[in-house]
């Protein structure tokens, strides 16, 4: 069966068919022009789709297509599916917008994958459903989606035989392997090259040529470069807010998106004081001004050489933008502001987006920054303005370490920063990000971090991640030159950052961030404790036991409430 047959039959081409036989010859014709974009021998009722290869593993080869349809029209339907966990896929979003703009009709799938965990069945089912009908169709993903994308591809190849794209952070990075099982994939920013694309393959062109589209050809890959990088944010389109024209995955089903479902799934814990509040996550820059070892951010700015990567928007865009957002949506009473470092927004125009949110929406926020770049002048002016939460990633103390993140700051600087937040007196208290399970420390490294936030003032909030070396970055290839990354497909793929190891010193590290006592905590970090919990036998059944036993142990034995602050942590030392 030809692409072409496949699209035909199962109603792609809806809204373009034409009776007469010239245009039947037409198109046939733009579907020679289109060989290569899709796989035909992989199309089809399951014939000719090419198994799952292991991931990590290198696949088999692909034939190569003959004949795919071509698509006579201007515009046409584009399936955008997002495998984040989340559901505010800014970027998927703001391409949704910008294929409207240019006539095309969309639809977003939010498949919410989960790291480690396969889509069932019967989400594979529904997702594939709903692509029929499209003319093409685009996955985003990130590393610890990888298996998910492959599967939903293989999926998808079964029922819809149009071009199936790639694009994300780990397609940018690793465009051959992405290839293997993606017909199109987007190196680099997305909304030029995907409107671009669609319009190609609507007047049945290949898009070859455009700019950060890799494709694979008879004489092997077709390499596009870098994707076109967006000089002005305001330029972009809003962000495509739905709920019309969007589906969530609640389960095993696929739910057409509604108000209540849009609440339902925005909807978490406050940080502090154990709210639930329905939040939306807004970006004021893209990019990164800095080059942390472990972060995509370094990756992508070298790859776009010396051109300016980190962008602002102007604080009249952000502040429309959640206005209109606020009222179509009135139930979202809390802003994250998504940006890597709020605080590295010069100084005049934090004062003008102050001005503005104070005047025209004066909800209550969420900021980032690291120590480096926190400002108290800055500080002021955000909490003035309705900052309730910082968040300041320190990562590490230990020196060794932060020479490993590209991350050096003094603990004078620490100390300074830390006291100064602990004065501002927002209304929860500050976040401090912690990387754990780096095979590079030493358990005194582990300890000089413990005892570090033990000294921090309380009360406080600890977000503590496992280190994941992200294929692309500066630390993925340190690790895979030590021999640190044997087996990628359980320490990337399926490993989530969110789950540190259990283990007797993570452990503490956790407490440390709750109410519990700091000299019961100083006392349970020293030796003959150690000794007792931190011994072989000791971290084997940490590591086999149900993470949930420990948790356990803490609540009852060390009687903590884990979202609420007791009354007097203010002055335990």
Known sequence: MTVYDCIVRGG???GRKREDDDGRAGRRGAGRRLAGLCD???????????????????????????????????SMKVTLISLDQMIISSGVRTISSGLRERGHATEILFARAVTGRPLSEKVLEALTTRCAGSGLVG????????????????ALRRRVCVPIVWGGVHPT????????????????????????????VARGDTGQGIAGLWTRGKDGIVRGGVASLAESLDALPAA??????????????LLDMT???????????????????????????????FRCAYCASSTIKALYGGRRFFRLRSPVKVVEEVVALTGRFPFIRWIYFADDDLFATPISRLEEFTRLWRERVGLPFYATTAPWSYDETKAALLRDAGLEILNIGIQ???????????????????????????????RQPPVYDFILDNPYETDADRLENLDFIL????PLRLQLFSLVAFPGTELYDRMKADGLLADEAAMIYSKSYSYPAPDYINMLTFLAGTSVSRGLLRALRTRPFLWLFHNRAARWAFRVAPYGFFVAVVRRGLNFRFWRWNADAKGDA
């Open 259 to 289: 108000p209540a479902l849009f609440e339902k799934f925005l909807t978490k814990r406050d940080a502090g004081g154990g709210r639930f509040v329905a939040e939306y996550y807004v970006s004021t820059s893209r990019g990164c001004p």
């Open 396 to 426: 590490s103390v230990s020196e060794r370490s932060a020479r490993l993140y590209r991350r050096p700051t003094s603990r004078e600087t620490l100390a300074r920063v830390t006291a100064s937040v602990a004065r501002l007196g927002l």
């Open 40 to 74: 035909a021998a992989r199309c089809g009722d399951g014939g000719g789709v090419a198994e799952a290869s292991s991931v990590g593993a290198p696949p088999p080869p692909r034939p190569v297509a003959h004949e795919v349809a071509g698509f006579g029209g201007a």
């Open 455 to 458: 000294s921090l003032p309380r």
């Open 173 to 200: 990075f690793r465009p051959e392997e992405s290839l293997a099982h993606a017909d199109i994939v987007c190196v680099g920013e997305g909304e030029t090259a995907m409107c671009d694309l669609a319009d190609a």
């Open 139 to 154: 996955l985003s993903l990130m590393s610890n989606a990888y298996p998910q994308a492959v599967a939903l591809t293989q």
């Open 12 to 14: 792609v081409q809806e």
């Open 240 to 253: 495509d807010l739905g709920p019309e024209g969007h589906a969530i995955r609640d389960g095993d089903a």
